[in-house]
């Protein structure tokens, strides 16, 4: 089984500041892509911030110049450094992992349970 779990979320004034992290483990073999999803309430899930091995970075226009996301990849791990939070950042944050599972012979995309983050105005 490939864990993912996440820490980091909770309630934050606007302006504020929260870092994310999150760390995949058990049978994962090899991690490609990893990264970030949020699901705002009404919202379709929507991609925050992805980073790839070699350090590529997506990001949703909204975050620019506020979020970056970081990598250990010799600890399968990814944080995201939220700054200068608004109240629309208001949402469930996931912690998303593609890789390849031990045994199997294609990359998955794996998830976090989501942590909740609110930003109050």
């Known amino acids: 089984q490939v864990h993912v779990v996440e820490s980091g979320g909770g309630l934050v004034q606007a302006g504020g500041s929260l870092r994310l992290s999150c760390a995949a483990s058990?049978?994962?073999?090899?991690?490609?892509?990893m990264g970030w999803y949020r699901q705002a309430p009404g919202k379709q899930r929507e991609l925050v911030e992805t980073?790839?091995?070699?350090?590529?970075?997506h990001y949703v226009d909204s975050v620019k110049g506020r979020f970056t996301i970081s990598r250990d990849s010799a600890k399968n791990t990814v944080d995201l450094q939220m700054s200068s939070l608004k109240p629309e950042d208001t949402a469930v944050y996931y912690c998303?992992?593609?890789?390849?599972?031990?045994?199997?012979?294609?990359?998955?995309?794996?998830w976090g349970q989501g942590t909740q983050v609110t930003v109050s105005s």
């Open positions: 998303y992992v593609n890789g390849l599972r031990s045994g199997t012979f294609y990359n998955k995309n794996y």
């Open positions: 980073i790839t091995p070699s350090g590529t970075t």
């Open positions: 058990g049978s994962i073999y090899r991690v490609n892509v």
